[in-house]
C-alpha cells in the first residue's frame, strides 16, 4: 500500500485474530511512533508494549470502552511527560502508530487515556514515573473483522479560502 492508501483505509479494528505479531514489527509500528511531529521537537513520549495477557486483561478491566485489549496480543501504552504540548505530540505519535500498523497489515484502535479516571491507575500499573500522563492505548493484532465507517464527505468539509 503507498502512504496515502494506508492514510484512506485504516479503521479501527477491535477484534482480532490470536496469532502473535513479530517483534521486529512492532519495534518499526513504535520506531514510527517515535518519528511523529513533535511541538518544539520535545519528543516527550515513552511506549509501553504489553504483551502480557495477565497485564493486558488488568488494563481491559480497568477500563470502560476498551475491554477488548484482553483479546489483542498486543497492547501500546503510550505516556507523555507532562509538557505544554504532551496531548498533541503523543496524539501525533498515536496517530503515527495506528497508520504503520495498518501498514503492516494489523487492526488496532484509539483507545481513550488522557482525561480517564482511570489514566493513572493504568500509569501505574505499567510503572509510569511520577509526572507522566497515559495519552493513549493501542491493542493491536491481526485483524479478524473489516469494519466500515461513515466518513463525512469532503465536500461536506473543506472550504477553500474562507468557512
Ligand atoms: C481520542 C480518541 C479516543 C478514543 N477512544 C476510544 C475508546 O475508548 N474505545 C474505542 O473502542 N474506540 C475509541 N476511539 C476510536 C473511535 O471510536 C474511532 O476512531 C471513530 O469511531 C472513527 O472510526 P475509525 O477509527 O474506524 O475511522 C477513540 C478515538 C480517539 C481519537
Redesign the pocket.
Known amino acids: 500500500m503507498d502512504a496515502i492508501d494506508v492514510l484512506k483505509t485504516r ?2 479494528v ?1 477484534t482480532y485474530k490470536g496469532e502473535p505479531v513479530p517483534a521486529k514489527i512492532i519495534e518499526d509500528i513504535i520506531d514510527c511512533g517515535r518519528l511523529a511531529a513533535t511541538a518544539n521537537n520535545g519528543q516527550p513520549w515513552e511506549f509501553v508494549v504489553v504483551t502480557d495477557p495477565d497485564i493486558r486483561r488488568k488494563i481491559a478491566t480497568i ?1 470502560d ?2 475491554k477488548f485489549i484482553a483479546d489483542a496480543p498486543v497492547c501500546v501504552v503510550v505516556l507523555c511527560r507532562d509538557t505544554k504540548y504532551y496531548l498533541e505530540d503523543g496524539s501525533a505519535a498515536t496517530e503515527n502508530i495506528l497508520l504503520a500498523a495498518h501498514a503492516h497489515g494489523l487492526g488496532s ?4 487515556g488522557d482525561k480517564k479516571p482511570y489514566a493513572g491507575e493504568i500509569g501505574r500499573l505499567v510503572g509510569a514515573p511520577q509526572g507522566y500522563k497515559l495519552v493513549s492505548l493501542i491493542p493491536m493484532g491481526y485483524s479478524a473483522e473489516s ?1 466500515e ?1 461513515s466518513k463525512r464527505p469532503l465536500s461536506d468539509v473543506l472550504r477553500w479560502e474562507k468557512y
Do not use: E, I, N
Open positions: 479503521r479501527s477491535r477500563t470502552y476498551g484502535c484509539w483507545v481513550a469494519p465507517k
